[in-house]
């Protein structure tokens, strides 16, 4: 915390402002000479490190003080004074710059949580730099809202962006979620949201769920990219936030009609509404979605589509990692050669496809070349071929059916590929790549993707970590009239 001393002269706080712009002004110059158009014997001074602590002690010391900072709180009587600089402020914040325009004395009013954290603020004012923890993101982030310290504010955001993976005890990413829906920041909102989407199972086992707001449920639950064991774990989170929150009877409905009923099984369907405390309370406004599930799993899936529209969320899969639907896959060495692998899956999710799956071959690469890089014979004599680098080519991944069938009339298959990933300790999804339906491949699989080193973040332990998952997608074929 800054020292509070006694006045000083007016000489003495004028030479404290001039020594302080004296001193950036040379840093200034310093970088400007340091190129001498190519002159061998041109070097650069830097003494920066020495410039920062002299600005630090300026704040510590309060030498050459003009303006005093007083920040109160309504968690204490006491104020906490900072002796500061008027150029160095209002050089990072035009609001200080305002402030301190007519005035040396200002009173700041802060909450408990942003008065904490004042003194790293304005120690970040002097030095530009400062140290954060997950718990500090969002006061920091609001104090630099608050007196428009543009440089922090992007700092602190693209800190929250690249911390999504951090484990806290009680969980960060749905708190940073809301507070980027306050604030407007739609980057760090889509963000949050993807993390959430992708890494859902966690979050369902973790103390934040049962802060999540309706409206991040309620879009959480129209995904179809959600990474989640299967539909009666999700149902499970639900009712369990039901239970806890006590919405209103319209709420508590929208959320349930958002659980797609037809990918859960119906010895399942027939135990939740047998011991579902909070479907038996609701049971009217969702019984139109469990008659229809319990339709869906006796008929055949191409008889269903013939009476029913199918081409809607209720019938797609989500990405479920249950063994029915996928395999994980662990390639070691990826860099190395090409590999081959085969799983087997339901044809889909309907019980009168249960005793029929559908085998899977695939294939990676990690540098297949494309026809327009693949080296040709030259018409020379030597007969020699182009060059090409290894760098040229680029990861592949080729998933097909080993068999073909009349069952998959009216199906078609999307197929997701999650990449795991190491980020502050935990393994998490990351990237998550879908392929076109009528397509056996990715086009951008791991396009940015540097498999050589080691260290390659789409990496863990040398070796790359995917799951895959077959989602069958249902058609209408043909319409009967009802």
Known sequence: MARLTGARPVAARRWGCAT??????LTVQAAQKADLSGDTTAATINHSLTLLQRLQELLQNGNGSDSVLRVRSAASDEAKVFHTHQLLLSLQSEVFESLLRNQSVVTLH???????????????????????????????????SKYRVWGLQRGVAEYMRTHLASESSQGHVVGWYHYAVRVGDAALQE??????????????????????SVELLLLLLERSDL???????????????LSRRQ???????????????????????????AQSAVLARHRDAVQDLLFQAFQFHAASPLHFAKYF????????????LAPSWGSQW????????????SFQTQLGPSSHDAGKRVTWNVLFSPRWLPVSLRPVYSDSVSGAIQPVRIEDGRPRLVITPAMS??????????????????QQGRVLVKHAYSFHQSSDEMPDFLAHADLQKRTSEYLIDNSLHLHIIIKPVYHSLIKVKK
């Not at 120690?123 to 982030?141: D, E, F, K, N, T």
């Not at 529209?309 to 479920?320: G, T």
Request: with cysteine; proline share 7%.
């Open 191 to 212: 963000s949050c949201l993807q993390f959430l989407a992708w890494n859902l199972s966690a979050v369902l086992g973790s103390a934040e769920w049962g802060s999540v």
């Open 110 to 144: 802060e909450p408990p949580e942003t008065a904490a954290l004042f003194e790293k603020f304005i120690r970040y004012l002097y030095c530009g730099g400062v140290s954060i923890l997950l718990h500090q993101a969002i006061p920091l982030h609001q104090l630099a």
């Open 405 to 422: 069938s009349p069952d998959f009339a009216g199906v078609s298959f999307q197929k997701t590929v999650l990449v795991g990933v190491r």
């Open 227 to 241: 990474v989640l064991h299967s539909e009666l774990e999700l149902y499970t989170a639900v009712e369990g936030w």
């Open 247 to 273: 919405p209103e009877a319209p709420v508590a409905e929208r959320v349930l009609r958002a659980i797609r009923y037809p990918m859960i099984a119906p010895s399942q369907l027939f135990r939740l509404q």
């Open 330 to 341: 662990v390639i070691t060495n990826p860099a190395r050669d090409d590999r081959s692998t």
């Open 309 to 320: 529209d199918v081409n809607c969320s209720m019938f797609l899969p989500r990405n479920y």
């Open 20 to 25: 302080a712009f004296l001193l950036l002004l």
